[in-house]
Protein backbone atom coordinates (compact mmCIF):
# COMPACT_ATOMS: atom_id res chain seq x y z
CA UNK A 1 0.00 0.00 0.00
CA UNK A 2 1.35 3.36 -0.90
CA UNK A 3 2.34 5.70 1.75
CA UNK A 4 -0.64 8.41 -0.01
CA UNK A 5 -3.16 5.34 0.97
CA UNK A 6 -1.85 4.71 4.60
CA UNK A 7 -2.64 8.54 5.27
CA UNK A 8 -5.54 8.67 3.55
CA UNK A 9 -6.49 4.91 5.06
CA UNK A 10 -5.63 6.64 9.03
CA UNK A 11 -7.60 9.81 8.27
CA UNK A 12 -10.14 8.43 6.57
CA UNK A 13 -10.79 5.39 8.81
CA UNK A 14 -11.12 3.83 5.28
CA UNK A 15 -10.92 -0.22 5.17
CA UNK A 16 -7.94 -1.94 3.81
CA UNK A 17 -10.00 -3.19 0.87
CA UNK A 18 -11.41 -0.10 -0.18
CA UNK A 19 -7.81 1.31 -0.63
CA UNK A 20 -6.90 -1.33 -2.67
CA UNK A 21 -9.52 -1.01 -4.95
CA UNK A 22 -9.05 2.82 -4.80
CA UNK A 23 -5.64 2.22 -5.88
CA UNK A 24 -6.53 0.71 -8.43
CA UNK A 25 -8.68 2.79 -10.01
CA UNK A 26 -6.00 4.90 -10.68
CA UNK A 27 -4.10 2.30 -11.98
CA UNK A 28 -6.77 1.63 -14.38
CA UNK A 29 -7.04 5.68 -15.26
CA UNK A 30 -3.60 5.24 -16.36
CA UNK A 31 -3.65 2.53 -18.24
CA UNK A 32 -6.46 4.43 -20.26
CA UNK A 33 -5.91 6.49 -23.32
CA UNK A 34 -7.93 9.26 -23.84
CA UNK A 35 -7.86 11.49 -27.27
CA UNK A 36 -10.04 14.27 -26.91
CA UNK A 37 -10.88 16.21 -24.21
CA UNK A 38 -14.51 15.17 -23.97
CA UNK A 39 -13.32 11.52 -23.38
CA UNK A 40 -10.77 12.94 -20.96
CA UNK A 41 -13.41 14.64 -19.13
CA UNK A 42 -15.84 11.43 -19.14
CA UNK A 43 -12.84 9.13 -17.86
CA UNK A 44 -11.62 11.80 -14.90
CA UNK A 45 -15.34 11.94 -14.26
CA UNK A 46 -15.98 7.91 -14.09
CA UNK A 47 -12.77 7.30 -12.07
CA UNK A 48 -13.56 10.44 -9.41
CA UNK A 49 -17.30 8.99 -8.75
CA UNK A 50 -15.58 5.65 -8.46
CA UNK A 51 -13.43 6.37 -5.68
CA UNK A 52 -16.08 8.21 -3.72
CA UNK A 53 -18.48 5.28 -4.47
CA UNK A 54 -16.06 2.75 -3.12
CA UNK A 55 -15.25 4.94 -0.14
CA UNK A 56 -18.69 5.04 0.83
CA UNK A 57 -19.69 0.95 0.50
CA UNK A 58 -17.04 -0.84 1.99
CA UNK A 59 -19.34 -3.65 2.21
CA UNK A 60 -19.13 -4.53 -1.32
CA UNK A 61 -15.39 -3.77 -2.00
CA UNK A 62 -14.97 -6.43 1.10
CA UNK A 63 -17.01 -8.64 -0.96
CA UNK A 64 -15.17 -8.91 -3.98
CA UNK A 65 -12.13 -9.09 -2.60
CA UNK A 66 -12.42 -11.04 0.70
CA UNK A 67 -15.15 -13.13 -0.02
CA UNK A 68 -15.24 -13.57 -3.79
CA UNK A 69 -11.40 -13.17 -4.07
CA UNK A 70 -11.09 -11.05 -6.99
CA UNK A 71 -8.13 -8.56 -7.36
CA UNK A 72 -8.60 -4.77 -6.72
CA UNK A 73 -8.47 -3.82 -10.64
CA UNK A 74 -10.76 -6.27 -11.32
CA UNK A 75 -13.02 -5.00 -8.66
CA UNK A 76 -12.04 -1.31 -9.74
CA UNK A 77 -13.24 -1.80 -13.66
CA UNK A 78 -16.22 -2.97 -11.92
CA UNK A 79 -17.24 -0.48 -10.17
CA UNK A 80 -16.32 2.37 -13.16
CA UNK A 81 -18.30 0.22 -15.19
CA UNK A 82 -21.17 0.42 -13.18
CA UNK A 83 -20.41 4.40 -13.19
CA UNK A 84 -20.17 4.77 -16.81
CA UNK A 85 -23.52 2.30 -17.46
CA UNK A 86 -25.54 4.44 -15.07
CA UNK A 87 -24.71 7.83 -17.08
CA UNK A 88 -25.22 6.46 -20.14
CA UNK A 89 -28.70 5.07 -19.17
CA UNK A 90 -29.62 8.32 -17.46
CA UNK A 91 -29.63 10.31 -21.02
CA UNK A 92 -27.87 13.08 -19.65
CA UNK A 93 -25.32 12.56 -22.17
CA UNK A 94 -27.86 12.00 -25.25
CA UNK A 95 -28.23 14.30 -27.94
CA UNK A 96 -31.32 12.54 -28.81
CA UNK A 97 -32.73 8.92 -28.26
CA UNK A 98 -29.72 7.01 -29.82
CA UNK A 99 -27.65 9.56 -30.05
CA UNK A 100 -24.54 10.08 -27.19
CA UNK A 101 -22.89 13.72 -27.09
CA UNK A 102 -18.83 13.92 -27.17
CA UNK A 103 -18.92 13.18 -23.55
CA UNK A 104 -21.43 9.99 -23.71
CA UNK A 105 -19.18 9.08 -26.20
CA UNK A 106 -16.13 8.93 -23.70
CA UNK A 107 -18.28 7.22 -21.00
CA UNK A 108 -18.80 4.55 -23.95
CA UNK A 109 -14.96 4.00 -24.49
CA UNK A 110 -14.92 3.67 -20.59
CA UNK A 111 -17.32 1.29 -20.27
CA UNK A 112 -15.76 -0.52 -23.43
CA UNK A 113 -12.41 -0.73 -21.79
CA UNK A 114 -14.28 -1.94 -18.62
CA UNK A 115 -16.13 -4.93 -20.19
CA UNK A 116 -12.50 -5.40 -21.64
CA UNK A 117 -10.94 -5.61 -18.51
CA UNK A 118 -12.98 -8.30 -16.97
CA UNK A 119 -13.06 -10.44 -19.72
CA UNK A 120 -9.07 -10.73 -19.98
CA UNK A 121 -9.08 -11.16 -16.47
CA UNK A 122 -11.62 -13.84 -16.74
CA UNK A 123 -14.38 -12.02 -14.66
CA UNK A 124 -16.54 -11.91 -17.75
CA UNK A 125 -16.90 -14.56 -20.33
CA UNK A 126 -17.80 -14.13 -24.14
CA UNK A 127 -21.28 -14.34 -23.47
CA UNK A 128 -21.62 -11.80 -20.44
CA UNK A 129 -19.07 -9.60 -22.34
CA UNK A 130 -21.59 -9.61 -25.12
CA UNK A 131 -24.67 -9.34 -23.29
CA UNK A 132 -23.23 -6.35 -21.42
CA UNK A 133 -22.09 -4.68 -24.37
CA UNK A 134 -25.58 -5.16 -26.04
CA UNK A 135 -27.64 -4.08 -23.40
CA UNK A 136 -26.23 -1.34 -22.56
CA UNK A 137 -26.37 -0.34 -26.76
CA UNK A 138 -30.31 -1.17 -26.46
CA UNK A 139 -30.56 1.56 -23.61
CA UNK A 140 -28.58 3.98 -25.70
CA UNK A 141 -31.25 4.05 -28.12
CA UNK A 142 -33.85 4.27 -25.94
CA UNK A 143 -32.82 6.93 -23.69
CA UNK A 144 -32.63 10.33 -24.30
Known amino acids: MSIKATVLRLLRRQTLEQYRIIEAVDVFGQSMTA ?17 FLIARNPNAS ?22 CRRELESGRHHVCPGVLMEKGKGYRLVFGACVDCLSKAGRYDGVRAKLERDTLAEAIQQVG
Open 35 to 51: NSPDEQMALHDALSASR
Open 62 to 83: RQLLVEMGWCPLDAAALFVLQY
